[in-house]
């Protein structure tokens, strides 16, 4: 089977930098994705990495080490909007991880 | 694009009823997924339609569940009969394949009385 684990809440001020660890465990790896969900609304793409590295998304990146089986999403500069959930996701798998509650403080 | 249409938004009823949720994936994407989310188990993949034809329906949690896809613009998730257990928000979503970006809708909201 497959199994993701992320930290379940991280909490930070405006203008902080975030980071939201992802372990994955699975059979068969294409990629990993990361999905940004605010309360009462629905997932939205954040980045893709299918190789090794860094992707630099504006203020936001991301980094996988498939050797590892471990990847980040980056927050920098943080703004109240970026209050929301954080999904890391194994693509071609369809399975989520729990979600990273991301709490922005003034 | 409109992105991917859901309807209703939200629904309420009692148990035993018949739920019918619907779902018009954006035009072009030929992968449908359906997804429940809830507080305790967060995101599930229900089932997964790929060119209208069902892939993987392992997380379809039991019989009372079934889910069409009868053309390329259309599907539906039935529930019947409906129970409490059932309370939660249903995504469906979209992609050009199954290693693809996917696009949700905004989502259907069920409490299941």
């Known amino acids: 089977g497959q199994s993701l684990e992320q930290p379940s809440e991280v909490t930070a001020v405006e203008g902080a930098i975030v980071q939201i660890n992802c372990t994955y465990q699975?059979?068969?790896?294409?990629?990993l994705s990361w999905y940004q969900q605010h309360d009462g609304g629905a997932p939205t793409f954040l980045s893709y990495?299918?190789?090794?590295g860094l992707e630099e998304t504006g203020r936001f990146s991301s980094f996988l080490s498939r050797s590892d089986s471990y990847g980040y999403l980056l927050l920098q500069e943080l703004q109240m909007k970026d209050s929301a959930s954080y999904f890391c996701a194994v693509a071609g798998k369809l399975t989520f991880g729990g979600g990273t509650r991301v709490l922005v403080k003034p | 694009d409109a992105g991917v249409i859901q309807s209703p938004r939200h629904e309420v009823t009692e148990m035993g009823q018949e739920v019918t949720l619907r779902c018009k994936p954006i035009?072009?994407?030929?992968?449908l997924f359906w997804y429940r989310q809830t507080m305790m188990r967060g995101l599930e993949l229900l089932i997964y339609f790929n060119n209208n034809v069902p892939i993987d329906d392992s997380g379809m949690p039991e019989d009372r569940f079934s889910a069409k896809m009868p053309n390329a613009s259309f599907s539906t998730l039935k529930i019947q009969p409906s129970e409490p257990r059932d309370s939660a928000v249903y995504f469906c979503a979209s992609s050009y394949g199954q290693l693809e970006t996917q696009y949700f809708g905004p989502g259907t909201r069920l409490l299941v009385l």
């Open positions: 990495n299918a190789l090794d």
């Open positions: 699975t059979s068969g790896f294409y990629g």
């Open positions: 035009s072009g994407h030929n992968s």
